[in-house]
């Protein structure tokens, strides 16, 4: 009538933590990787066009009759702000997977102990960010 409960053996539920948890890990370096390789893209295309603005600035000033070069420069103006932007944005993106990576890692440190384990326990920042 009655039946018992059967409940998975403990390093069958160790394993399955350690797969999550490399999962986690592994998506976490992939992120990471993303956002490097999208930084140095854009720096290396902000370069080249902080060079070329200063060429076309130069030669604005030489021969100020150019009216289509202002229009040039100021277009270059306006992309090395939005690239400013977006930089600003990857950092925070940067600084966001490396608060999860450590806060992952503080989590599979106290797996263990089931009373520790929660958002109630994450880094502040990581539950204000998560908040909104």
Not at 50 to 66: D, L, P, V, W, Y
Not at 69 to 81: A, E, P, V, Y
Not at 89 to 104: D, G, M, N, W
């Amino acid at each position: 009538m009655f039946s018992v409960l059967r409940i998975r053996s403990a390093a069958r539920d160790e394993e399955t933590d350690n797969l999550r948890f490399n999962t986690l890990t592994h998506t976490l370096d992939l992120l990471d990787r993303e956002l490097r390789a999208e930084r140095r893209g854009l720096k290396e295309r902000c370069e080249r066009l902080a060079a070329t603005a200063a060429f076309a600035q130069e030669r604005f000033e030489s021969n100020g009759s150019e009216n289509s070069l202002s229009t040039r420069i100021d277009d270059m103006t306006q992309s090395m702000k939005a690239y400013t932007r977006r930089m600003e944005t990857l950092q925070r993106q940067s600084e966001l997977v490396q608060l999860l990576r450590s806060t992952a890692s503080d989590f599979a440190g106290t797996a263990e102990k089931p009373e520790t384990v929660g958002l109630r326990h994450a880094p502040a920042a990581l539950r204000t960010c998560l908040s909104k």
